[in-house]
């Protein structure tokens, strides 16, 4: 049995799955808009697992079930529901209390939970992530909601109180923007999606959410705790294909915040269609080629276990994943032979094994597009260092470690978003830091030395050139408390717990000039909590 046949292999029949990971059918015929589940009976689009079964045919992707395929006219139905909520600032949303938000908010996590086997089953299916990682998406992502509500209760506690200053008595509080059109990306459908979602809902916003393309049924079963958490037409659902339905929201110019993550393509269209573009507010995470540098002075051990995690975790197809890895040309051929040996050692598998770190790639395509990369760079004088790099069966991919690459091959600059790992050897430093000059994108960089005086040279110059240096350890998100961002094409605005909270926000105050007719004034609105903006409200 050659290679190729037993990653086919790998595939089984779905009478071999083990029960509690066995999926069942789950056709979507109702979406969320203006506080009710609208029934739908038109076009739909049906969902393929890339997880294969064997069958009469050979290896077909499983059917896991289908989502409405609406149109621009429920989509303008939803921005209505979303703009009659928010009522210009007036609805019962953006004028609630912070408290009453928050009690909203824990209610849905509440709800949310109560659906959390399913939504995690439906992760694993439906974009090919590993039980354990789906796992830890959902509770990184209930993790991420209650550490927003501890850091909203904390921003309202220091907005608690009034500011003197040149005769002027003010208190300043954090207010809703309007309406948010909100899209998430495929490879964190739950968690990425929600830390542009859960922010812009508590902070007073009326949301527009468009699901991805992959990842989408993922949602269906949280939509009645949106339902029944929040007033109707705080959170409507927008489903069909995005260039039918977005383009047009974006015109009407009736979108406040535009919160997208995923490629600076979409996003600058979707931008340029918005008529008052000083009106839009965008939050963006985009594309990212986070590279790794392997000075002479590294621990190649320790560099090559955080790459291999770095740029193979769930794939590879991950934002902050290291795409392109830049080693000394002292140390490349030791490098090179301890990665692919810890490549070789990957435990390749169904999303259910226990363990498995590869598994089949999420977008039907990517298999094609990853082997036009390989081609080129071989076409280019590079080739594929480990045993069986680049060998694909269906949706599953091996990994494939591709040495020297050059500027003139695809892998050098385009972002492969699969597992692949191109390496770049370098003679002076210089080269590692024009790479990045040259680059569109400007997200993280990982440095691999164990010399203090050379860290400290290359900090100075990366942290103008990428939002996060990560010091013998692989780029990462985490911890949801410390800023994320990028430079350059890779992002606009900062996401992070607290920051994330301002992005959706903008500082508002009410003031008066300090003379006793107007203190009065403030002592009986506060004291007979008329306002739920003017007070001084300490939340526990």
């Known amino acids: 049995m050659n290679f190729e046949e037993q990653l086919k292999a790998l595939f089984v029949a779905e009478s071999e799955i083990p029960e509690p990971f066995r999926i069942t059918e789950l056709h979507q015929r109702e979406y969320l808009s203006n506080g009710e589940m609208v029934k739908w009976d038109g076009e739909v689009s049906e969902v393929?697992?890339?997880?294969?079964?064997?069958?009469?045919?050979?290896?077909?992707?499983?059917?896991?079930?289908?989502?409405?395929?609406?149109?621009?006219?429920?989509?303008?139905?939803?921005?209505?529901?979303?703009?009659?909520?928010?009522?210009?600032?007036?609805?019962?949303?953006?004028?609630?209390?912070?408290?009453?938000?928050?009690?909203?908010?824990?209610?849905?996590?509440?709800?949310?939970?109560?659906?959390?086997?399913?939504?995690?089953?439906?992760?694993?299916w439906e974009i090919g992530k590993s039980h354990a990682d789906s796992t830890k998406e959902f509770d990184r992502t209930v993790e991420y909601i209650n550490l927003t509500i501890d850091a909203l209760k904390e921003l309202d506690r220091r907005s608690s109180r009034f500011e003197i200053a040149e005769g002027v008595i003010a208190q300043t509080r954090r207010a809703p923007l309007g309406v948010v059109l909100c899209m998430g990306p495929f490879n964190y459908p739950l968690n990425e999606t929600y830390t542009t979602l859960i922010p812009a809902i508590i902070m007073g916003n009326t949301i527009l959410f468009k699901p991805p393309k992959h990842g989408t049924l993922v949602h269906y079963p949280l939509l009645k705790a949106f339902k029944e958490s929040f007033p109707a037409g705080v959170v409507n659902t927008v489903y069909g294909r995005g260039a039918t339905v977005t383009p047009g929201l974006m015109a009407t110019g009736r979108i406040n915040v535009l919160a997208f993550i995923g490629s600076s393509k979409v996003a600058n269209d979707l931008k340029k269609r918005h008529p008052k573009i000083n009106r839009l507010r965008a939050v963006l995470s985009l594309d990212a080629k986070n590279a790794a540098i392997v000075t002479k002075n590294a621990d190649l051990k320790l560099a090559v276990s955080e790459i291999m995690l770095g740029a193979l975790s769930y794939n590879g197809q991950r934002c902050t994943a290291l795409k392109i890895v830049h080693v000394h040309k002292d140390v490349a051929e030791p490098f090179l032979q301890l990665l692919s040996e810890a490549v070789g050692k990957l435990k390749l598998g169904m999303p259910w094994v226990s363990g498995v770190n590869i598994t089949p790639v999420a977008e039907p395509g990517?298999?094609?597009?990853?082997?036009?990369?390989?081609?080129?760079?071989?076409?280019?004088?590079?080739?594929?260092?480990?045993?069986?790099?680049?060998?694909?069966?269906?949706?599953?991919?091996?990994?494939?470690?591709?040495?020297?690459?050059?500027?003139?091959?695809?892998?050098?600059?385009?972002?492969?978003?699969?597992?692949?790992?191109?390496?770049?050897?370098?003679?002076?430093?210089?080269?590692?830091?024009?790479?990045?000059?040259?680059?569109?994108?400007?997200?993280?960089?990982?440095?691999?030395?164990?010399?203090?005086?050379?860290?400290?040279?290359?900090?100075?110059?990366?942290?103008n050139l990428v939002s996060r240096v990560n010091?013998?350890?692989?780029?990462?998100?985490?911890?949801?408390?410390?800023?994320?961002?990028?430079?350059?094409?890779?992002?606009?605005?900062?996401?992070?717990?607290?920051?994330?909270?301002?992005?959706?926000?903008?500082?508002?105050?009410?003031?008066?000039?300090?003379?006793?007719?107007?203190?009065?004034?403030?002592?009986?609105?506060?004291?007979?909590?008329?306002?739920?903006?003017?007070s001084t409200d300490y939340i526990f």
């Open 471 to 534: 010091i013998n350890s692989q780029s990462q998100r985490g911890p949801d408390v410390f800023p994320f961002t990028g430079r350059k094409d890779s992002a606009e605005g900062t996401l992070s717990v607290s920051d994330a909270l301002r992005s959706f926000s903008l500082r508002s105050l009410v003031a008066a000039k300090m003379n006793d007719t107007n203190k009065q004034l403030f002592n009986d609105i506060v004291r007979g909590h008329e306002s739920n903006f003017l």
């Open 48 to 124: 393929y697992s890339p997880v294969c079964l064997p069958g009469a045919k050979g290896l077909q992707r499983k059917l896991m079930g289908s989502y409405p395929l609406a149109t621009e006219k429920e989509a303008m139905e939803a921005l209505t529901a979303a703009e009659k909520a928010y009522d210009n600032g007036r609805g019962e949303w953006p004028t609630m209390s912070i408290e009453g938000r928050i009690k909203c908010m824990q209610n849905f996590v509440y709800k949310m939970i109560e659906q959390r086997e399913l939504v995690i089953n439906l992760i694993m």
């Open 366 to 463: 990517k298999p094609a597009y990853l082997k036009e990369c390989l081609d080129d760079a071989i076409a280019h004088g590079a080739q594929v260092i480990n045993e069986n790099g680049g060998t694909s069966a269906e949706s599953f991919v091996f990994p494939a470690i591709v040495y020297p690459i050059t500027r003139d091959m695809k892998l050098y600059l385009e972002e492969q978003f699969g597992p692949v790992i191109p390496v770049i050897p370098f003679e002076s430093i210089e080269e590692p830091i024009q790479y990045q000059i040259d680059s569109p994108h400007g997200m993280q960089l990982s440095i691999f030395s164990n010399d203090g005086k050379e860290i400290a040279a290359l900090i100075d110059p990366f942290v």
